[in-house]
């Protein structure tokens, strides 16, 4: 089970940190990710760490954005900064471990201009 948390409305420039906790059984070897979907488009990647550190981010948010996680506390961190109006979206967080994917429910990020 996963459980985001964080969003809310913010002006444009303006940060925000997301947090993602998981619970029941997280196995070590696993991708954490942040997810994005604005109304009337796909859902889409806006970053993902492995269970070792390894990082992605899509091209829109590099520079911007910094995902972390906390294996002791399995919670997952999306750090965002220099938000933008087009970056309002809910965000989801999901899990990859053993060839299942675990989704949460998403938080909603508002960016105003």
């Known amino acids: 089970q996963l459980q985001a948390s964080g969003g809310g409305l913010v002006q444009a420039g303006g940060s925000l940190r997301l947090s993602c906790v998981t619970s029941?059984?997280?196995?070590?070897?696993?991708?954490m990710g942040w997810y994005r979907q604005a109304p009337g488009k796909q859902r889409e990647l806006v970053s993902s760490?492995?269970?070792?550190?390894?990082?992605n981010y899509a091209d829109s948010v590099k520079g911007r954005f910094t995902i972390s996680r906390d294996n002791a506390k399995n919670t997952m961190y999306l750090q965002m900064n220099s938000l933008k109006p087009e970056d309002t979206a809910v965000y989801y967080c999901?899990?990859?471990?053993?060839?299942?994917?675990?989704w949460g429910k998403g938080t909603q990020v508002t960016v105003s201009s």
């Open positions: 029941g059984s997280i196995f070590s070897l696993n991708v």
């Open positions: 999901n899990i990859f471990q053993r060839a299942m994917v675990y």
């Open positions: 760490i492995s269970s070792s550190g390894s990082t």
